[in-house]
């Protein structure tokens, strides 16, 4: 060290951990400098989150409180009923809709490769959803062949819509609601009561019924669901049609699945579809894609029925848990796995 002070030539040996030493100090400091900006970096959040770092620190903690808060969410603060599929709510609202005589119509898009969940979703949505109730399937497809032929019981129906070949999500996700606006207007409005919005890379694994309907059905995002409003990634450039400011705000709803009256349904993928445009021509596209702009209609237009995460549902570690997975999104499902345990979930 006494030469280390005075600087005294040194043998390559000493030089070498000389430098070790000072590398050290350096890792040393930049840790210190870390730790003291990331205790800064929380007194800047709002004022829930304090509370939540300093139980546990990061998600699992907020995990755990938000699936406590969740658990007693059966209404809305506007009173639109939290729907959990076995709650007495839910067999009050099955039988009321037991009463009455409607046609649901359930559009899917398949384009491209994703016509290789076509298969797994008509399987499940038999089995599944809205057993014994008319129902119309719209398979919205670039490649009609790749639609198939099922044998459908009396009531039900499949029936196939072409749309343009487009070559990547980024583009289809620009479009998929004004296709859907033009085929309720063109069509599906004189065929179907209800209509509801899927993402095809789902499966149904559990009873889906009547007590989904309502005039305009949102889902509550699974990762989410509970969560404080700070958290969600609601759309924060000023200059999109999609803006959420600071405060406003509710729930994060998922696009894998919305719906309701054919009208409210015509409504918001109307409105949705002209935010896109806008904000096309102004060269953006929101951060979330769609759901960016989904959540912004629904602010403006709260859900007047509220489906729990059981309605879309998939593991991970950010999900909230739930009584019953009820719709299981494949497609998220199996990005959030690591490679080699992707095959063991059918990915
Ligand atoms: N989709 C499609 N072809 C594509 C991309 C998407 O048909 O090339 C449809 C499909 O119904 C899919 C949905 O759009 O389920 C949403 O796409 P994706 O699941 O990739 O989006 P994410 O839910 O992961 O944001």
Redesign the pocket.
């Known amino acids: 060290m006494a030469r280390f002070l005075n600087c005294a030539p040194s043998s390559g040996l000493e030089r070498v951990t000389r430098r070790r030493l000072f590398l050290a100090c350096l890792a040393l400091s930049g840790f210190i400098y870390f730790l003291r900006g990331r205790k800064a970096g929380v007194g800047n959040k709002p004022a829930i989150s304090p509370l939540l770092e300093s139980q546990a620190g990061g998600i699992p903690k907020e995990r755990e409180l938000a699936e406590r808060a969740a658990q007693y969410l059966n209404v809305t603060s506007w009173q639109a009923p939290v729907v959990w599929g076995d709650s007495a709510l839910s067999d009050r609202r099955r039988e009321d809709f037991s009463y009455q005589t409607f046609k649901t119509g359930l559009v ?7 016509s290789q ?1 076509l298969l797994r979703f008509m399987a499940s949505a038999e089995s599944y959803f809205l057993p014994g109730e008319n129902v119309v399937y719209y398979i919205m497809t670039d490649n009609l062949r790749a639609v198939p032929d099922l044998q459908l019981p009396e009531g039900r129906e499949m029936k196939p819509i072409h749309v343009a070949e ?1 070559p ?2 980024g583009r ?2 620009r479009i ?1 609601m004004s296709l859907l606006a033009g085929a309720i207007k063109d069509r599906i409005q004189r065929e179907v009561e209800y209509l509801f919005c899927m ?4 499966e149904f694994v559990n009873l889906v019924g009547t007590e989904i309907l309502g005039d305009l059905v949102a889902t509550l995002h699974p990762e989410y669901c509970g969560m404080p409003l700070y958290t969600f990634p609601y759309e924060k450039a000023e200059v999109s049609q999609a803006f959420v400011d600071e405060g406003e705000g509710d729930f994060y709803y998922t ?2 699945l919305y719906g309701g009256l054919c009208a409210e349904v015509y409504a918001l993928a109307r409105a949705c579809s002209h935010f896109i445009l806008q904000d096309s021509e102004a060269g953006f596209h929101a951060l979330q ?1 769609e ?1 960016s702009y989904l959540n912004r209609y629904l602010i403006n237009q709260r859900p007047t029925c509220v489906l729990s995460p059981e309605y879309s549902w998939w593991d991970s570690p950010r999900t909230l848990e739930v009584p019953v997975q009820r719709i299981v ?1 494949v ?2 499902q199996c ?1 959030s796995l690591e490679p080699q345990k992707r095959a063991a979930r059918r990915c």
């Open positions: 899917v898009f398949v384009v491209g490769r994703y969940y487009m990547e999500w289809l996700s998929r993402d095809v890379d789902q696009s894998e894609y759901e999104s497609g998220r990005a």
